[in-house]
Each structure stands twice: as C-alpha cells, then as structure tokens.
C-alpha cells in the first residue's frame, strides 16, 4: 500500500531556531501533499496544499514566510517552521492522495510533535 | 456552525459492546472518509465512501447522500479499538489536485476490558 514516511516524529527546539519536517513518499508518486496541524483535543487545520515543481498555497491566516513548504521532487515535501515560537508548538501532519487499483486512499504520514521551549 | 458534525464527543464502551459513531455534514460533498488517530497521534485511513455501505473486518461504515449522514459501526469492540475516530468530508469540487477535507472534530473511543 501507499506509504509516507514523516520525519521527525518528535523535535524539541528553543525558541528562535527553525525546524525542518520531512514526508516522503515510498514507492509512489505524490504530486500534491497537504500539511496539517493540529492542537490538542482539536481537528486537523489545512494550513497549505502543496504541489509539486510549484509553489504552496496557503490557507487563510498561516504565514507563508514563517511555515516554508517546499516540493522540489515527486516524493519529497518538506515543512520548515522558521523562527520557531512556543505557540508553533502542535502536531504537524503531512497527507497525500494516492490514487491507484481504482480507488482513492488518503495516506498520511505518522506527524511530528514539535514543543519550542 | 462546523459543516462537519460528529457525535458522540466522547463514547466510553466495555469490551464486546457494538459502537456506533455518527458524522453529518451541511454541505455537498463528492465522498466522506473515516479516520482513526491512535494516542500516538499517528492517522489511518479506515474508509472513503460517496455511497452505500463499506465493511472491513469489524468496521462498518454506511453514508446516506440525502440525509447527509454517515455511521461508523464497530462490532465486537476490543479495547484495541481505542482511539479518535475523525470523518472528513471532501466537497464537491474538491476532486484531483484541490482534494481539501473538512474535519469533523473527532470521537474519543474507550474501550475498557
């Protein structure tokens, strides 16, 4: 089945600093990833679509500058917190279609819990 | 208003007991799907369904278009089952590249032994 690969599960940074989260797919192609976050006890919130070779859009409210989603390959999406705050602190989670064997699955990746000190 | 609603909030179940979770969407939608997050935060997907009744193993799920609702059934729960059950609508229009989802927010599951 199709899989996404999310990395890092976990990262404790200080404040200021950027963190950089990986999905990669495995063994298929996803040509659009979105990126989630979600705070406790609360629903997954869109904050951008990406796709591949161009650039994210975002949703209302999530600073382009400070949550940097880059898709430059066909399995690799990364999501870049910049100048990470303690309220960036959230489970941030990636997803992609995968449309094969004739049926769509939603495939997502197992999120990386971020806590900014 | 969320164009997602679920019910219950929270459901606490023992061991055995057949689990019904319930979803109802204000909106039109192109297909729902059926999630499961796990203490760990991790998320699978259980089901996509723009119609009818999907079964897979003990899980249920059933979507009627008209009354904009849908049902994810448990039988035979296992405290295994424990987890947030989340169903997601796609919307119309929302097919290809611009597959956005509406989440519902969420049904904690208990299943005590």
């Known amino acids: 089945g199709a899989v996404v690969s999310q990395h890092p599960s976990r990262v404790i940074c200080k404040s200021g600093t950027s963190v950089k989260i990986e999905c990669r797919s495995l063994?298929?192609?996803?040509?659009?990833m979105f990126w989630y976050r979600q705070f406790p006890k609360q629903s997954l919130m869109l904050m951008a679509t990406s796709n591949e070779g161009s650039k994210a859009t975002y949703e209302q409210g999530v600073e382009k500058d400070k949550f940097l989603i880059n898709h430059a390959s066909l399995t690799l999406s990364t999501l870049t917190v910049t100048s990470a705050h303690p309220e960036d602190s959230s489970f941030y989670i990636c997803?992609?279609?995968?449309f094969g064997s004739g049926a769509n699955v939603l495939t997502f990746g197992a999120g990386s819990r971020l806590t900014v000190l | 208003k969320n164009e997602v609603e679920q019910s219950p909030q929270n459901l606490t179940a023992q061991e055995g007991e057949f689990i019904t979770i319930n979803c109802s969407y204000s909106?039109?939608?192109?297909?729902l799907h059926w999630l499961q997050q796990h203490p760990g935060g991790g998320i699978v997907s259980l089901f996509m369904?723009?119609?009818g009744k999907k079964k897979h193993g003990r899980l249920i799920a059933t979507i009627n278009i008209q009354e904009k609702h849908s049902s994810l059934h448990i039988t035979a729960s296992h405290p295994r089952d424990s987890a947030v059950y989340i169903c997601?609508?796609?919307?119309?229009?929302?097919?290809?590249?611009?597959?956005?989802?509406?989440f519902g927010k969420g049904t904690l599951l208990t299943v005590n032994p």
């Open positions: 063994d298929f192609q996803a040509t659009t």
């Open positions: 369904l723009s119609s």
């Open positions: 997803s992609t279609p995968f």
């Open positions: 997601a609508a796609l919307l119309t229009n929302s097919g290809g590249s611009n597959y956005k989802l509406t």
């Open positions: 909106v039109g939608i192109s297909a």
